[in-house]
């Protein structure tokens, strides 16, 4: 009776570390948002664009040039307008992963939704010196807040399903580096300034936690409501 009260106590331990850090997760990415918005429009200090374009030239030749648009590409437009409908129907096949698969489809679109709304909202042009030729405006990135949308969810559910901590570890290290580099690769083909880059993260992993957290209600909600029907 002691030891399984000393592992329940464990448990709880653990549970309140994990709800701890979720939540400064979701305030330091709000906050995030919020420095670099004031940063760009109140302080007008481009100190750290700058910075992050000088670096990159650093290292800018050709075949960087071309492993950069293609890493850019795992979170345009017409990769996340094919790719999470397909892990959606891949899902459905799995009775487990047809939630999660909705979670997809549901923070995919609202996100870009949102980032929609913020552009016009903030209407910052994007970098005259851009290597790549980009219409829309610059305040928030897009590839760094729906990607980190996405990414960041599928991070999730790696960490929900996958009961192996070797691959777990693997896959969450793979997809962590690859949204990353997804940023990286705006500034190094100048169609984004390092605050856009940042902002978006920011804007992103907090829209993904409170999208979570809302879904997962709803989730427990509707679970109950069926179990007093059945």
């Known amino acids: 009776m002691k030891r399984k009260f000393q592992k329940l106590i464990s448990l709880l331990g653990l549970l309140s570390l994990e709800v701890a850090l979720l939540w400064a997760v979701f ?4 906050l995030l948002f919020l420095f670099m918005a004031n940063t760009v429009f109140i302080q007008q200090n481009t100190a750290l664009d700058t910075a992050l374009f000088n670096f990159a030239k650093t290292h800018t030749n050709d075949q960087n040039t071309r492993i950069m648009r293609l890493i850019s590409f795992f979170a345009s437009a017409e990769y996340l307008l094919v790719v999470p409908p ?3 129907l891949l899902f459905s096949f799995f009775k487990d992963l047809r939630w999660y698969g909705l979670k997809i489809l549901i923070i995919s679109f609202s ?3 949102l980032n929609q709304v913020l552009k016009r909202i903030f209407e910052r042009p994007r970098p005259e010196i851009a290597m790549l030729h980009q219409s829309g405006l610059s305040f928030p990135s897009g590839h760094a807040m729906i990607g980190g949308a996405f990414y960041g ?3 999730y559910i790696v960490w929900r399903t996958v009961p192996s901590k070797v691959w777990r570890a693997v896959l ?3 997809l962590s580096g690859l949204l990353l580099l997804i940023g990286y690769s705006r500034i190094y083909l100048r169609v984004h300034y390092a605050t856009d880059v940042l902002a978006g993260y ?6 993904l936690i409170l999208s979570i957290k809302l879904m997962r209600g709803l989730e427990k909600k509707y679970a109950s409501r069926f179990e007093r029907q059945a």
């Open 27 to 30: 305030f330091s990415c709000l």
């Open 202 to 207: 920011g804007l992103g992993i907090f829209w």
């Open 172 to 174: 969450i290290g793979l």
């Open 153 to 155: 969810l599928m991070i």
């Open 111 to 113: 996100s870009s939704i």
């Open 86 to 88: 397909l892990v959606v």
